[in-house]
Structures are given as structure tokens and as C-alpha cells.
């Protein structure tokens, strides 16, 4: 299938600051806490973490695009950037209870096809954005899930930040994984896609080589477009900065606490 490059395009809705504003939240919200829950593993409290650092704008960038009434994500415990982005409490995602959060943190493609299938059935309109990868099942599973959502026309969004998305059996939209803007909107072009029930759909992120950084930062990039925007200034950005600091706080109070 031919992939598609997309970019943000900047100024077609009215609300595009105060979305950037969300994302920029967001991603440093993550950021954050990723960072506090490294040192968490390190002293033994969290050792299953596994670091989001980098890949933050793929998560919040595709999560914000959902209707929350109705689409639901299918996020492994390594991508804590969707259930935050999807209002799970930012604490709670990365401290040592994930149970806590329930299914939404189970992360199965083979669960997000069979919930796709009965909002199908339901005809709700819903859709399921199921990320592939580590923690989503194995390769076996995902041929099959895949294969089953092809088979039935399934609303269900795929989302990877592989960049190696040739021989695909499915359509493809080709985004920046750096830009949490273009990753929504690439997000919103997948879920009219699968809306119009024209079956499953991949969104794949390329995400920069190491040499690119700083430059190409997810939260750097999003800064980059926001100050463009005139909407803020570094007073927004120390506030979300103090934000997300007693936010790690709380978290490692919870975690060193065991509750």
C-alpha cells in the first residue's frame, strides 16, 4: 500500500494553540515521571519500567485525537503517555499498583480487535487504537489480530513507531514521530478512515535517530510550535514544569509507600 507523508497543518482550526497548550502538558507531564520512575526502578521499586523517553509524542499525539465517549486505546504498561493523555491519574499510571488502572493498561492487540469487532456489531462508531509492539502481544498474535480485523473490516487504528512499515497489508499513514501535532492529526485521518468503515488502518511514526537530538525532542519540537502561536511564555512553561514535579512527587510518595 502507498504510505502517506503527513504535516500538521497549522491554522485550520481556531483551537490549535490551546491543543498544542494539551500536548505540551501532556508529554512534559510524562516526561517527568518516566524520568522519576527510572530512578524509582533503579532503586528496585519499579523494575519492570521501561523508559518512554523520546517516544512521548506518538503516544499523547495519537491518544488526544480519540473521542473519549466512545474510542478506546489499548496501551501496553510502556506507553503511560496514552492512559495520561486519556485522563488516567498521571501517579497512579507509572506507580507499582498499574493493576489499579484496570484493562485499559493491558495492552492486546487480540483485545482491541474483539472490542473493535462488537463496536462494529454495535454500531456505535467507535474505534480501537491498538499500539503494536513490545508489550501488545507477539508476532503470531498480531498476524492474527491483523489478519481478523482485515477479514471483517474493523474499525481498529494501528499504531507503531517503527518506521518500517513496508509490506503492509493494510493502508499506511507515514508521520513524524517527533511531532505530537502531526501525529494527531495523522491519528484523526486514520480514525476517519476506520470510521467509514473501510477496515483497519496503520499509522507509523518515524522517530529520529539518535544523532537528531536535541533538535528533533518531542517536547522541543511541540515548545518550537507553541511559542509560534504568541499564546504563551516562559511563565507557562515553568508552571507546567512545577506541575509535573509535585505530580512525581505524589508518585514516588505512593511508591515508597506501597499503596
Known amino acids: 500500500m502507498t504510505s502517506t507523508i503527513l504535516e500538521p497543518v497549522i491554522g485550520t482550526r481556531a483551537d490549535v494553540a490551546a491543543l498544542l497548550r494539551r500536548l505540551y502538558r501532556?508529554?512534559?507531564?510524562?516526561?517527568?515521571?518516566?524520568?522519576?520512575?527510572?530512578?524509582?526502578?533503579?532503586?528496585?521499586?519499579?523494575?519492570?519500567?521501561?523508559?518512554?523517553?523520546?517516544r512521548e509524542a506518538v503516544h499523547v499525539g495519537a491518544a488526544s485525537a480519540l473521542d473519549p465517549a466512545r474510542d478506546r486505546a489499548f496501551p501496553a504498561a510502556h506507553e503511560p503517555?496514552?492512559?495520561?493523555?486519556?485522563?488516567?491519574?498521571?501517579?497512579a499510571v507509572l506507580s507499582a499498583r498499574r493493576g489499579a488502572l484496570g484493562a485499559a493498561l493491558e495492552g492486546s492487540v487480540t483485545h482491541a480487535v474483539g472490542w473493535a469487532l462488537g463496536a462494529k456489531l454495535d454500531r456505535t462508531g467507535?474505534?480501537?487504537?491498538?499500539?503494536?509492539?513490545?508489550?501488545?502481544?507477539?508476532?503470531?498474535?498480531?498476524?492474527?489480530?491483523?489478519?481478523t480485523a482485515r477479514a471483517a473490516a474493523l474499525p481498529v487504528v494501528f499504531l507503531s513507531g517503527s518506521g518500517r512499515s513496508g509490506g503492509t497489508s493494510m493502508p499506511v499513514l507515514l508521520v513524524d514521530g517527533s511531532d505530537a501535532l502531526a501525529v494527531h492529526e495523522a491519528t484523526l485521518?486514520?480514525?476517519?478512515?476506520?470510521?467509514?468503515?473501510?477496515?483497519?488502518i496503520l499509522i507509523d511514526a518515524v522517530l529520529p535517530e539518535p544523532a537528531a537530538w536535541p533538535a528533533r525532542d518531542p517536547l522541543v519540537v511541540c515548545?518550537?510550535?507553541l511559542r509560534a502561536t504568541g499564546t504563551v511564555d516562559d511563565d507557562?512553561?515553568?508552571?507546567?514544569?512545577?506541575?509535573?514535579?509535585?505530580?512525581a512527587d505524589r508518585m514516588r510518595a505512593r511508591v515508597t509507600a506501597g499503596v
Open 81 to 91: 503517555g496514552i492512559a495520561i493523555a486519556l485522563g488516567a491519574d498521571p501517579a
Open 189 to 200: 485521518e486514520a480514525l476517519e478512515h476506520a470510521r467509514a468503515g473501510l477496515g483497519p
Open 236 to 247: 507557562y512553561f515553568a508552571e507546567v514544569a512545577d506541575t509535573a514535579d509535585a505530580l
Open 223 to 225: 515548545e518550537q510550535r
Open 26 to 54: 501532556t508529554m512534559a507531564t510524562v516526561r517527568r515521571l518516566d524520568r522519576e520512575a527510572v530512578v524509582l526502578r533503579g532503586r528496585g521499586l519499579l523494575p519492570s519500567h521501561i523508559d518512554s523517553r523520546g
Open 126 to 147: 467507535a474505534c480501537a487504537l491498538a499500539p503494536v509492539g513490545a508489550g501488545s502481544g507477539s508476532a503470531a498474535e498480531l498476524r492474527t489480530a491483523v489478519g
